[in-house]
């Protein structure tokens, strides 16, 4: 069966909603109370640090947008990672990157 033009077929019917739905939750917007939006900045930024075992030992401060990373990497790539991930997330206005390298 050959669909009308501009119909979609029943599977893209089915995964149309999905996708757009997936999307949506990318686009979330942040929180107005500044309090919070530093709370989702940090749960981003440890949330991509766990799937990266070489971050497991840094922790992250927000106030303001204005991140601080703390704690211990075993190299300086490691360090550099931790920080281009903070800052590659949204509302992120700057990073301080206090972390130790200390090579096992």
Known sequence: MTPRPGLLPPSGRVLAPLLLALAACG?????ADPVVRDQEIKRDIR??????????????DCSEGAVVLKGRVVTPEAKADAERIALDVRSVRSVKNSIDVKPK
């Open 27 to 31: 686009a979330q917007a942040r929180s």
């Open 47 to 60: 949330w991509k640090y766990h799937s990266d075992a070489r971050l497991i030992d840094v922790t992250v």
